[in-house]
């Protein structure tokens, strides 16, 4: 079964830094590409960054370029978010999930929230 | 960057009827598109891709189309279940991006 299991979330301040983790199981996760998306609060879904399965390929949205960065260990099949110099209108939940060949994200977690406030 | 346009915004429909939702996109995404179920507390769940292909384990009540910019998910014989809200979503290059999403309320 597929599994991804996000973590290291919480609230933080305005300017501040946080690193989210997502393991992955179930699959070979070195085959595959993998996605944050986030959710603010009663908000529609923002896809954030991609990294794909060898970290050749990165790719962000431009709200978060330059402040996050995506990458990943396949050894200890996991993916990670650094988030810095935080603000409020990033506070969301923040979903890890896998980019599927054909398109489209087939697996995602149960998310992560991140609230930034002071 | 490829904006997503999504309507309606919220639907409201009757047990056993069909409902369409559309998303058109700012210029030609050659049929990578792909439609998310999300139930309220839960992660979004994948139902088409391609446009047109239906993910393992979907209801065949789901189904996809269109090309080029223009695309419909149509859900058949509503069922209490399909109370959600549904996104479309492009990747045709990067950045992707989500329509705004449409709130399905069953009547």
Request: hydrophobic residues 35%; neutral net charge.
């Amino acid at each position: 079964e597929v599994q991804l299991v996000e973590s290291g979330g919480g609230l933080v301040q305005p300017g501040r830094s946080l690193k989210l983790s997502c393991v992955a199981s179930g699959f070979t996760f070195s085959n595959y590409g993998m996605n944050w998306i986030r959710q603010a609060p009663g908000k529609g879904l923002e896809w954030v960054a991609y990294i794909s399965s060898g970290s050749s390929y990165i790719y962000y949205a431009e709200t978060v370029k330059g402040r996050f960065t995506i990458s990943r260990d396949n050894a200890k099949n996991t993916l990670y978010l650094q988030m810095t110099s935080l603000r409020s209108e990033d506070t969301a939940l923040y979903y890890c999930a896998r980019h599927l060949g054909a398109g489209g994200f087939d697996y995602w977690g149960q998310g992560v929230m991140v609230t930034v406030s002071s | 960057d490829i904006q997503m346009t999504q309507s309606p915004s919220f639907l409201s429909a009757s047990l056993g009827n069909s409902i369409t939702i559309t998303c058109h996109a700012s210029q030609n995404i050659k049929g990578w598109l792909a439609w998310y179920q999300q139930k309220s507390g839960n992660a979004p769940e994948l139902l088409i891709y391609k446009a047109s292909s239906l993910q393992s384990g979907v209801p065949s009540r789901f189904s996809g189309s269109g090309s080029g910019t223009d695309y419909i998910l149509t859900i058949s014989n509503l069922q209490p279940e399909d109370i959600a809200t549904y996104y479309c979503q492009h990747y045709q290059s990067f950045p992707l991006t989500f329509g705004s999403g449409t709130k399905l309320e069953i009547k």
